[in-house]
């Protein structure tokens, strides 16, 4: 699910953050031979990411590491469950502790917020997917733990599909102009992209679908009504996306009006971390 290659970097990159040249708290106190054992405790109910992650961390500081793992990602946990073990050099334990934590915190808050948002679409066709609205840097791993708590990822980035939003339809001169310009773009390039174009009324809607040549249809910030109406005006001709301020409260709705995916950008940038905790055993 993660590249291996991206995680080296990004683990790299965090150590260097956090320890520059060295962890002097633990190096004034603790001895370099000194070892030690530390546990991953579950503060707070919720499904557990980032497991693969932090263990990962921890052999790419000391591959001498012995590793007792109890619970995966994606496991439903509790308060007072152990989600694995970890023994080595106590300065390892120490100087890795807060970047594990960072990690698997939001990590496993945002996969519980994101199997909130699937469970309440239980029987239905609808798919909830992730946007762009990620921490700059974490965007990997934060649509990793989408993955883990049961939905689904949208694009990574603007290089793996066109996005036709708002803004590209003003400044290009109208949706027509936007798609024609992409279909020559994608031509010349030789690239095999999809197309999504976003629409913010019923009367864009049936401009998109006069020009055709797209792949998915965006509805931006359409009421529950609306929706539905412009779901049977598509007629199954194109994937439809519903998206703008959809909650836990209205996702079902919304998902009931026969839209293909519900996009919610709370899913990365609105979350509250899961409580969890590495203690010395």
Do not use: W
Not at 113 to 120: A, E, G, I, M, R
Not at 141 to 166: F, P, Q, S, T
Not at 176 to 185: F, G, L, N, V
């Amino acid at each position: 699910m993660i590249n291996k290659e991206l995680l080296q970097t990004f683990i790299a990159n965090a150590l260097h953050e956090d320890i520059g040249d060295g962890d002097h708290s633990s190096l004034a106190c603790i001895h370099a031979d000194a070892t030690g054992k530390v546990k991953l405790l579950v503060k707070e109910a919720g499904i557990l990411a980032g497991v693969d992650v932090a263990l990962e961390i921890f052999r790419t500081v000391d591959p001498t590491v012995k590793i007792e793992k109890f619970l995966s990602d994606g496991d439903t946990i509790q308060h007072g469950d152990i989600a694995f073990t970890v023994e080595g050099k106590i300065q390892t334990l120490l100087k890795t502790e807060r970047l594990i934590l960072n990690i698997m915190q939001r990590m496993s808050g945002i996969a519980t917020c994101t199997n909130q948002y699937v469970t309440l679409l239980s029987g239905l066709k609808t798919k909830v997917l992730d946007t762009r609205k990620t921490t700059p840097g974490g965007r990997m791993l934060e649509k990793a733990a989408v993955k883990i708590g049961g939905g689904e990822n949208h694009r990574m980035g603007l290089y793996d599909m066109v996005m036709l939003k708002d803004n590209h339809i003003d400044f290009a001169g109208g949706i027509e102009k936007a798609i024609h310009s992409t279909h020559d773009y994608l031509k010349k390039t030789g690239k095999d992209l999809k197309i999504e174009v976003e629409v913010r009324s019923l009367d864009e809607l049936c401009e998109v679908l006069r020009v055709g040549g797209i792949n998915l249809i965006m509805l931006d910030n359409f009421d529950i009504p609306t929706s539905k109406e412009a779901v049977k005006i598509i007629d199954g001709k194109y994937k439809v996306e519903s998206s703008g301020n959809i909650t836990l409260d209205t996702i079902r709705a919304y998902a009931e009006t026969g839209v293909d995916f519900v996009s919610v950008g709370a899913l990365t940038h609105h979350i509250k971390s899961l409580d969890l905790s590495l203690k010395a055993v």
